[in-house]
């Protein structure tokens, strides 16, 4: 037992090791003691005893060497700790970065007993010094790089490192006494996030503690934290003194405008001071002399104002007496002056249907009837047009006289019973025994009435029932009610369905027509009965119109109400205004200043920016310039002046640009002017194929109009054009010789490809006649090649074959060729066309044959010849005039009766394989489904996005003609339709 006392006082040492050398030392005693013990009896026993003490020594030589090892780790761990809390005591406090490094590295040499150290903090990308403890300051560098030295490398890789044996040239150790190495080296960097914001180095003399770098480590997010906490705090203050420096300067500026704006205050004070006595002097002065020359003439001023004002009342009141006698003769004699030429005309009409002799055709009886129809419609609207203006001016008389109630609804039931079962509605007439047998009133007027509210209830009523009922009312008043179970009125509609032109349904895919009248003139009459009409409606369930009169007639009800003002409307599009013969410009221009000298150009552009740009550019380019805002003035000018060259916009106010040019190119006294395109909208391949010289989109930069411009130059000065003929056969190339050349005309002729090749890239031609079957190559080829080479020029070309084309060879020459001709019978006469059509010439310096050829290629209309076109009108007469149109042409019609039947119908066609659709005619105002929606609905659909629409609608304002355009139509043309100018917009559209 005694060998185990100092093994377990060993336990309370710090050396782990040293339980197992006394154990070491207590076995070899025991050892030695058996060996040295006599023999005995006990032996075996004693054995026994000194194995188990040998044991025993082990065992608690193991549990105190782990007892010593918890203990020196325990010890280890509160040293760590307690570094961790005193270095964060050390980091609290309002400190700058200086004083936080000090206070850092002086507690960290300390604690772990570093002889020297040093400490840096990052700064705008490098390690600037921050603290130095015990180091000589030449030695320490003031800033470092990271990657720079051993400092450097610790930070780029952001880990902790100890040098061992520090070579000369190092940091040293200073003090008063001299300067030392230290023997080793601990470098830590901080960092958090990744991104080191502090590195470390310690110096020492002894060794370096394993728990040294762990200390480091372990405080490596909180040093870096309190770093970048003071840099922060750092930056605020400096951004807060900034603020309060700028603060302070604002302040002084202030204060400085303030005493200049105080001072300018004062200096115009005492101006107006001194401008005051100046002029109280002056007029102080002149005041004497003037006072009674100033009475004198404001007396006879007051005097001559009452003169004039005298007269001016008088002939005010002389022209609104005329103006009445003048309006009162009006009414008086517009219903003979507008029925009796009406009437007469639906007399002939009438006569005309009838056919007594039998010497008119089916279709001149249809006309008639078409004729007798809308003159009817015009009749019904004169009257109500009157009838309005009558009742507005008061020249509307009441001619009271008793009216039976049951004869007026005798009448009644005779004039609806027919619409009524036409329609199968039930039609009631019934009167209150209270409703006496009649009243006094003016039988014409109230018949006018009623007759009015029950066509509109028969009109507005789907299904159901129409009735009119008699009763008596409150008072000596007798109440006539008509009631239907039509569509009904909504509740905020209900007040404003009595003003002049308001419409149940006014948009424009209203299933009811009518004008608007009839009901406000219904409303005048009754008050001028001396009643009243009450309107009950539900939307869907009907309405109740109640006519209140007296029974006698003693004068017309007083309201306070008058007729409303009829709405404003917009401006419509405006019309080119002329002065004898002559078109008035809207803008400035030369048209009135023209030398004769015969360079002028015709720019047709509504942008007058851009109009006037293109008039000072003609300047420069010493040309004259006339400027036209609408496509009707390009016309009439193009025809008076005959410009040497035209600038053309598409997108005109009233009609589209390429109907211009279609109707240039179509009348021989301007169908050579060039023509050169300038527009927002991509139509190049319509215009070039019309005979345009060039296309251009805007927005367009000066450089381009100026070659624009100087390439129509060339074209004006060229005199002489050249033809390039390219055909095989002898007898063709000398009839087209012929046919093409004159005196300003050159053919030339090429037998081959190969030769056609060698002319073009020699010379320069006007124009190509191409036949597609060649000796040594086709005409494909040969287009191809010139298109892909920049070697030869690529002049227009017309292809004039022999041979038939499908489709699919024809879309693939249409990319090079402006026109197709079949050899025919009269294809030279198409030909001559053509060329002369691409050359610019004037008609009428050809010799007579060939005018007259070109004429004659005029008259005929190719491109409707067997096209399709689908009519979208609800009108059955402007069917019927559309039909007789177009089918004088050779067009194939489609009719479809509303929106959705147009496009049912263009379906059919694709489904079925009919006829395929080439172009729509769309009304706007349909039943069902209107022409802006069905619009609409055939752009969704892929197959038909590129077919041609053309928008027709009866009004005429700007507005309509965009919304056309937002829903798709290409085009839009207003009623009442102008039919050349219908045909040119379906020539400009069909494709080709």
């Not at 040239?169 to 006494?177: A, D, K």
């Not at 010493?622 to 410009?643: D, G, K, N």
């Not at 007259?852 to 491109?863: F, K, P, S, V, W």
Request: glycine fraction near 6%; proline fraction near 4%.
């Amino acid at each position: 037992m005694l060998h185990m006392v100092p093994l377990v006082l060993s336990f309370f040492l710090w050396k782990p090791n040293m339980p197992f050398g006394l154990a070491a030392l207590g076995t070899m005693l025991i050892v030695v003691a058996y060996f040295t013990t006599p023999d005995g009896p006990g032996r075996e026993l004693s054995e026994i005893r000194r194995g188990f003490a040998i044991a025993t020594l082990w065992m608690l030589a193991v549990i105190g060497h782990q007892f010593i090892r918890v203990r020196i780790a325990s010890r280890r761990e509160m040293w760590l700790q307690r570094g961790q809390a005193e270095l964060g005591r050390h980091l609290v406090g309002d400190l700058s970065t200086a004083q936080l490094g000090e206070n850092i590295l002086g507690f960290l040499s300390s604690y772990l007993g570093a002889e020297a150290g040093a400490m840096f903090i990052e700064d705008r990308g490098s390690f600037r010094k921050s603290a130095v403890h015990a180091a000589a300051v030449e030695s320490v560098p003031e800033r470092f790089a990271i990657g720079e030295g051993l400092l450097g490398n610790v930070v780029k890789e952001g880990r902790l490192a100890v040098v061992q044996d520090i070579p000369e040239g190092y940091i040293t150790i200073g003090s008063s006494l001299g300067h030392a190495l230290p023997r080793r080296l601990l470098m830590a960097p901080f960092s958090l996030d990744g991104k080191v914001d502090a590195v470390v180095e310690l110096g020492f003399f002894g060794p370096i503690h394993e728990s040294d770098p762990e200390l480091l480590q372990r405080v490596e997010s909180q040093v870096a934290t309190a770093v970048r906490a003071v840099k922060y705090r750092t930056k605020l203050q400096e951004l807060l003194e900034e603020t309060q420096r700028q603060t302070e300067e604002l302040q002084a500026q202030s204060e400085e405008l303030r005493v200049s704006n105080e001072e300018m205050e004062e200096q115009s004070r005492t101006l107006r001071e001194s401008q005051s006595r100046l002029e109280l002097q002056q007029v102080e002065m002149e005041q004497t002399n003037t006072q009674l020359e100033e009475q004198t003439r404001i007396l006879e001023r007051q005097k001559n104002d009452l003169l004039a004002a005298k007269v001016n009342l008088e002939s005010q009141a002389r022209e609104i007496e005329q103006a009445s006698r003048y309006k009162s003769d009006f009414l008086a004699n517009m219903s003979h002056e507008l029925r009796t030429p009406l009437n007469s005309s639906l007399i002939l009409a009438k006569l005309l249907a009838e056919n007594p002799t039998g010497n008119l055709t089916a279709e001149q009886v249809k006309y008639a009837l078409t004729i007798e129809s809308s003159g009817k419609d015009l009749l019904s609207l004169i009257n109500d047009v009157l009838d309005l203006s009558k009742i507005e001016a008061g020249h509307m008389e009441v001619h009271a006289e008793p009216v039976r109630i049951q004869k007026l609804m005798a009448g009644l039931r005779n004039t609806f019973a027919p619409l009524a079962d036409q329609k199968g509605l039930e039609l009631s007439f019934e009167a209150d025994p209270s409703a006496g047998e009649g009243i006094e009133t003016d039988s014409q007027r109230l018949e006018q009435v009623l007759k009015n509210l029950l066509s509109n209830a028969i009109k507005f009523t789907a299904a159901g029932s129409v009735g009119l009922h008699v009763s008596a009312a409150d008072g000596d008043h007798v109440a006539i009610a008509v009631r239907d179970t039509g569509i009904g009125i909504a509740a905020e509609k209900q007040r404003i369905i009595f003003d002049p032109f308001f419409q149940a349904d006014g948009t424009t895919s209203r299933k009811y027509g009518g004008t608007g009248l009839g009901l406000s003139i219904s409303r005048h009459l009754v008050r001028l009965l001396g009643g009243e009409i009450r309107l009950q409606s539900e939307p869907g369930k009907g309405s109740l119109f109640t006519v209140v009169l007296p029974r006698v007639f003693n004068g017309p009800a007083v309201v306070e109400d008058s007729i409303p003002s009829l709405p404003s409307v917009p401006e419509p599009v405006r019309q080119p205004v002329k002065e004898n013969g002559k078109v008035v410009p809207r803008m400035p221009d030369d048209r009135e200043q023209l030398t004769g000298a015969g360079r002028v150009i015709l720019a047709v552009e509504d942008d007058e920016r851009f109009a006037s740009i293109l008039y000072d550019l003609a300047h420069e380019l010493r040309f004259e310039c006339i400027i036209a805002t609408t496509a009707e003035e390009a016309l009439v000018v193009a025809q008076q002046y005959v410009p040497s060259a035209i600038v053309l916009d598409v997108g005109l106010p009233d009609n589209s640009g390429l109907i211009v040019l279609e109707r240039l190119k179509a009348d021989s006294r301007t169908r050579h002017i060039p023509v050169h395109v300038v527009s927002a909208g991509d139509y190049t391949k319509a215009a070039m194929a019309l005979g345009a010289v060039g296309y251009m989109l805007k927005p367009v930069r000066r450089d381009q109009l100026v070659e624009a411009l100087r390439n129509l130059e060339i074209r004006l000065t060229q005199k002489m054009r050249r033809v390039l003929v390219v055909e095989d056969d002898p007898v063709q190339v000398e009839a087209m010789r012929d046919l093409l050349g004159s005196r300003d005309v050159e053919a030339v002729c090429a037998r081959s490809a190969t030769e056609c090749l060698d002319y073009l890239s020699n010379l320069t031609f006007d124009c190509m006649v191409l036949d597609l079957s060649l000796p040594d190559a086709s005409g494909f080829s040969l287009l191809e090649k010139l298109s892909a080479e920049d070697a030869y020029s690529f002049p227009p070309v017309i292809v004039y074959t022999g041979r038939e084309l499908d489709p699919d060879e024809e879309q693939r020459l249409r990319r090079y060729s402006k026109s197709i001709i079949i050899k025919g019978a009269k294809s030279p006469e198409r030909l001559l066309d053509e060329v002369t059509l691409f050359l610019h010439q004037v008609v009428s310096d050809l010799p007579p044959e060939k005018q007259r050829m070109i004429e004659r290629a005029g008259n005929r209309d190719a491109a409707l010849e067997g096209r399709c076109i689908l009519v979208a009108e609800d009108d059955v007469r402007n069917v019927f005039a559309l039909t007789s149109v177009l089918e004088a042409k050779g067009v194939k019609l489609l009719v479809a009766r509303n929106g959705r039947e147009a496009v049912s119908m263009l379906e059919s066609s694709r489904v079925n394989g009919g006829a395929s659709v080439d172009l729509v005619l769309m009304d706007i105002m349909m039943p069902e489904m209107d022409g802006l929606t069905a619009m609409r609905e055939i752009r969704a659909r892929r197959e038909w996005s590129r077919l041609p629409i053309i928008a027709l609608t009866a009004k005429a304002m700007k507005s309509d003609q965009e919304q056309c355009l937002q829903a798709g139509a290409n085009d839009y043309l207003s009623k009442p339709l102008d039919v050349e100018k219908l045909l040119s917009l379906i020539r400009v559209w069909m494709p080709r």
